[in-house]
């Protein structure tokens, strides 16, 4: 029992220093995502954003990109990028709040069950809206570029767009829930051994 509790705060350690890593980037990115509100959109005319089509990048004269459209990508990547950082965050937490009963040397206590079974809600919620931001995201990149007149020639006569919608989250969170499962049946089993001593 006392290796596991020595690995549990090695890894407790890790995490504390990861936390605080996550927390100030968190605090650098939401400043910048707030001076970037304060950018008129004609600003953002200034300067056009490569084009990056799988392995081909192209560079793209100003006036084939809106700025409205760029702008609003700009502030979806880095809502998109709170997003997932405020989720590492939780995670990061709650994993050393799970860390905290090994520590001691009760790996099977009560509340590792429920703050698994937390967390996994947290990853089915949070994977769903970051899917949508990402879909969301996709369809404004398509806008901020004038495709057809990019595009379209006697060469290519037609386009088409596919989204793609990641769904590991559904599976991360189907693997939460069978740990908190797990964990919560260890409790059980512990709390009866514990009964009969």
Known sequence: MSKLSK??????????IGFWCILVFTGIALLISILALC???????????????????FTVANNQVHPSAH??????ITATGLLSCGYVVYTVHTL???????????????TVSIRLKRLSWVTLIGGGILSILNTVLDYILLNMY????LFLSKGIVDYTVKFN?????????L???LLAFIFKYGAELQQQADETL
């Open 71 to 76: 702008k609003a990508n700009i502030l979806l």
């Open 96 to 110: 050393r709040r799970i860390l905290a009963p090994m520590i001691d040397g009760e790996p099977f206590h009560k």
């Open 7 to 16: 690995t549990a705060s090695h890894l407790d350690n890790f995490l504390k």
């Open 39 to 57: 950018v008129p959109v004609s600003e953002f005319d200034a300067f056009a954003p490569d084009l990056t089509l799988g392995n081909i990048t």
């Open 146 to 149: 004038d495709l057809d007149a």
């Open 165 to 173: 919608t990641d769904l590991s989250f559904i599976v991360a969170f």
């Open 175 to 177: 693997v939460l829930q």
